[in-house]
C-alpha cells in the first residue's frame, strides 16, 4: 500500500476536525449508549472526550473478543524467568479469570466509582486485577513495588480505597523481596489499617495474613461468582496513576473510560503498526504508564496477545533474555526503554546472542521513557535489524504524542529526534511570554487544547491543581514541563525538563522529593540533590549536604543513613546512592542554590560561573566532593 502522504494527510484531518476524526476513530470501541457530544468544551479549559456515551472497558478489552472470534487466541503470557515459571491465557480463559476476580472484589463490597489499590509484583493477577476492577466499574490505582511504604501510604490516602491487592512478595535476581510487610506499614501510616486486602500468596515467600481483615486470593477466587461487565459513562475514572511532581506530594493523573479506550485501541494501530492478533510485548512494570497502556488495555483492546515479562535485560539469566522471549512467543513488536538497551549493550556489545534466537516474526522495536540516544537507537537498528523507533509522551497524556507512527506512514528515522507528533497531538515550541518560536529554536513544549482522547482530564481530587501545574502557565496550552524545539522538518527534538524532575533508568522522580526527605534529617541544615549523567540510566540522583553545627554523628555516619532513608521512604527504585557533606552549598545572592552548575561540575561539562553567585569560591569545595563521589566520569 502506498502510504505517502497519509502522515499529513491525517495529521491535517485531526487538527481541523477534531470532533469529526475522533468519532470515526471511536467506530473501534463497541459503546453500550453512544455520545451527545464528541468532545465537550463546555468548561474550558476541562475538556472531556464522549460525553453522554457509555461503555466498560473490561467488555472492550475481552468478551468482545470471545464472542467475534477470538475466544482461543492467547491473550495473556506471562512469562517469569524469575519463578521460572510461564502461563498461557486464551481470551476465554482471561475473561473468565477476570470474571471472577470481579467477582471476589463485588464480595468483598467494592461498587462502581470505589477504590481499589494494587500493589503487585510483575504476576499474571496484576493485569487481571486491573481489568476486574474496570469490569465492575471500579477506579484502580496501581502503585509500582519498587515503592517504599510512606509512598504506599500517600496513595491510600489520596484514594482511600475499599480494597488493597497484593501478594506476598515479588521478585528481583537472587532475591524475593517481601511486599506484604510493607503494605501492612502503609496502611498503618496512612491511618487505614483495617483496610480489606486481597493477598496473593506466591510459593517463593508466604507471608503472615492478619485474621479478619486479609483474604487469601486463590482461595477467594475458587469460591467467587463471576460478575458481569457494568456500563460506565465514557467521562467516568477508569484509573488514578500517581507521578513524580516537584514536591514530595505526587500528581494523581486520571484517565477516563471512552477517551481511553479510543485513543488506545487507535494507538496500537496508527503509531504501533500492530494488528489484531499480533503479539505485542511492553518490558515495563504495571506500575507504570507504559505497563497500564501498552501490557494491559492497549494489545487487549486491539485483540493482541500481550506478553507479561517478569524478568530484567541481562541477568535473567544472560543479555538475551530479550531475545528469547521473542522468539519463544513469536513477539512482532516490542516496546522497552533505551536504558534496558544499554544494559544489553554492556553485556553483549556485539549483539552475538541476538543469533540464537529466530527472530524473523519480529517487525518493529519501540523505545521510549526517556530520551533516546543516537547511539542506543543505531546499535539497537544494528543488532535486531528492525526499525528502533524513539517515541516521546509522559504518565500524564498515556500515549505517544511524538512518533513515528508505523500504521501511518514510515517516515525517515533522525536518530535523536522521536520524528513527528502524533495526529490528534498539536505540539508547539514557546518562549518565556508565550510567543510561538521559530523553527530550531529552544522552548518549552507545550500542547493545544483540546489534546485529543485518552490524555489526562484532571488530578485526583484535585482539580485546582491540574489547572494550576499544566494550563495556567500558558493558558489554551497543556505545559508539558520539557524542552525541546521542532525543526525546519517538524520533527520534534525532547532536550530536558524545565522542572526538577530526573529520569533514572526510565523511571520519572523528583529531586526536589529526595531534597525534603534530606533536609528532614535531624543533622542536616539544607540539602541539594541533582540529577547527574549516568551511562547506564541515563541519569542518577547526586545529593550534597550541610550539616547543622554541633552535630555528633561523622560525615560518614550522616551519609549511610541519609542514603538509608530515601530508599526507606521513597523507595529502592530512587536509586539514591551517592551523597556528600559540604561546607556550603553555591547559591546566589538572594538565596538561589546553582544546581545547574553543581550538574554542570558533576557531568565534567564548562562550568560558566553565574554573575549572581554569591561567593565563586565555595566552587573548588564542591569539586573536591564531587570527586569525592567519583564524579566527573571518566568516559565509558
Ligand atoms: N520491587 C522492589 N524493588 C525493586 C523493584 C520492585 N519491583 N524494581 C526495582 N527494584 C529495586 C532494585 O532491586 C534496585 O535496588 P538495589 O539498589 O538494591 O539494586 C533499585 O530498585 C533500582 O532498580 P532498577 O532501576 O531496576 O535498577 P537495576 O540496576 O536493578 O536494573 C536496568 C537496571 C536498566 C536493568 C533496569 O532499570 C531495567 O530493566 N529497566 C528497564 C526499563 C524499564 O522498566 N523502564 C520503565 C518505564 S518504560
Ligand atoms: P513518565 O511520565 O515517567 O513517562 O516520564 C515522562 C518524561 O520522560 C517526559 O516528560 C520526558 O522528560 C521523558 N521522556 C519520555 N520519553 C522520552 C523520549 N522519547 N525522548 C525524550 N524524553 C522522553
Known amino acids: ?238 484509573y488514578v496513576i500517581y507521578t513524580s511532581g516537584t514536591t514530595g506530594k505526587p500528581k494523581g493523573v486520571v484517565r477516563d473510560n471512552g477517551g481511553h479506550a479510543v485513543a488506545l485501541r487507535w494507538s496500537m494501530e496508527a503509531v504501533f503498526g500492530a494488528q489484531p492478533g499480533d503479539v505485542y510485548w511492553a518490558g515495563s512494570d504495571v506500575g507504570w504508564v507504559v505497563g497500564h497502556s501498552y501490557i494491559v488495555y492497549g494489545p487487549l483492546l486491539q485483540g493482541c496477545t500481550t506478553i507479561l515479562y517478569e524478568g530484567k535485560p541481562v541477568g535473567t539469566p544472560d543479555a538475551g533474555a530479550f531475545w528469547r522471549v521473542c522468539a519463544e512467543h513469536g513477539v512482532n513488536v516490542f516496546f522497552t526503554a533505551p536504558t534496558a538497551f544499554r544494559a544489553i549493550k554492556k553485556e553483549d556489545p556485539e549483539g552475538a546472542l541476538v543469533k540464537r534466537y529466530d527472530l524473523s516474526r519480529f517487525r518493529t522495536l519501540f523505545l521510549a521513557g526517556e530520551r533516546g540516544d543516537p547511539d542506543t537507537i543505531e546499535w539497537a537498528q544494528r543488532i535486531l535489524g528492525v526499525p528502533a523507533i524513539d517515541n516521546w509522551w509522559q504518565t500524564e497524556l498515556g500515549w505517544p504524542a511524538i512518533s513515528n507512527c508505523m500504521g501511518i506512514e514510515v517516515l525517515p528515522v533522525h536518530p535523536g529526534s522521536p520524528t513527528k507528533p502524533v495526529p490528534g497531538f498539536d505540539i508547539r515550541i514557546l518562549d518565556e511570554e508565550g510567543n510561538e518560536k521559530p523553527a530550531g529554536e529552544i522552548g518549552s513544549l507545550v500542547i493545544k487544547l483540546p489534546m485529543p482522547p485518552g490524555t489526562l482530564y484532571t488530578l485526583w481530587n484535585n482539580e485546582k491543581g491540574y489547572e494550576e501545574t499544566y494550563l495556567s502557565r500558558y493558558p489554551g496550552y497543556y505545559l508539558s514541563g520539557d524542552a525541546g524545539f521542532v525543526d525546519a522538518e517538524g520533527y520534534g527534538w525532547v532536550m530536558s525538563r524545565i522542572d526538577d524532575i530526573i529520569n533514572v533508568a526510565g523511571h520519572r522522580l523528583s529531586t526536589g522529593q529526595m531534597e525534603e526527605i534530606l533536609a528532614s534529617h535531624p543533622d542536616v541544615a539544607e540539602a541539594a540533590v541533582v540529577g547527574v549523567a549516568d551511562a547506564l540510566k541515563g541519569q542518577v540522583p547526586l545529593g550534597l549536604v550541610v550539616l547543622k553545627s554541633g552535630v555528633k554523628h561523622s560525615d560518614e555516619e550522616v551519609c549511610r543513613d541519609l542514603v538509608a532513608r530515601v530508599r526507606s521512604q521513597l523507595g529502592a527504585v530512587a536509586d539514591f546512592k551517592s551523597v556528600h557533606v559540604v561546607a556550603r552549598l553555591p547559591k546566589t545572592r538572594s538565596g538561589k542554590v546553582l544546581r545547574v552548575t553543581i550538574r554542570t561540575m558533576a557531568d565534567g561539562g564548562e562550568v560558566k560561573v553565574p554573575a549572581t553567585i554569591e561567593d565563586d569560591a565555595v566552587l573548588p569545595e564542591i569539586k573536591a566532593a564531587l570527586a569525592a563521589l567519583g564524579y566527573p566520569r571518566a568516559p565509558a
Open 1 to 238: 500500500m502506498d502510504m505517502a502522504g497519509s502522515y499529513e494527510k491525517t495529521r491535517a484531518a485531526a487538527l481541523a476536525d477534531p470532533a469529526g476524526f475522533w468519532a470515526e476513530v471511536a467506530r473501534g470501541i463497541d459503546w453500550v449508549k453512544p455520545w451527545d457530544k464528541v468532545v465537550d468544551d463546555a468548561r474550558k479549559p476541562f475538556y472531556r472526550w464522549f460525553a453522554g456515551a457509555e461503555l466498560n472497558t473490561c467488555y472492550n478489552c475481552l468478551d468482545r473478543h470471545v464472542e467475534r472470534g477470538r475466544a482461543d487466541q492467547l491473550a495473556l503470557v506471562y512469562d517469569s524467568p524469575l519463578a521460572g515459571a510461564q502461563r498461557k491465557f486464551t481470551y476465554r480463559e482471561l475473561r473468565d479469570e477476570v470474571a471472577r476476580c470481579a467477582g471476589v472484589l463485588r464480595g468483598m463490597g467494592v461498587q462502581k466509582g470505589d477504590r481499589v489499590v494494587i500493589y503487585m509484583p510483575m504476576v499474571a493477577e496484576a493485569a487481571i486485577a486491573m481489568l476486574a476492577c474496570a469490569r465492575i466499574g471500579a477506579v484502580h490505582s496501581v502503585v509500582f513495588g519498587g515503592f517504599a511504604a510512606p509512598e504506599l501510604a500517600k496513595r491510600v490516602v489520596d484514594a482511600r480505597p475499599k480494597v488493597m491487592m497484593s501478594a506476598s512478595c515479588g521478585l528481583l535476581p537472587g532475591k524475593a523481596v517481601p511486599y506484604k510487610p510493607l503494605l501492612d506499614e502503609a496502611l498503618e501510616i496512612a491511618g487505614a489499617p483495617d483496610t480489606p486486602c486481597l493477598v496473593l500468596q506466591r510459593p517463593e515467600l508466604r507471608c503472615e495474613m492478619v485474621a479478619g481483615r486479609d483474604v487469601d486470593w486463590q482461595d477467594a477466587m475458587s469460591r467467587a461468582e463471576p460478575a458481569d461487565c457494568v456500563p460506565v459513562a465514557a467521562t467516568d475514572p477508569l
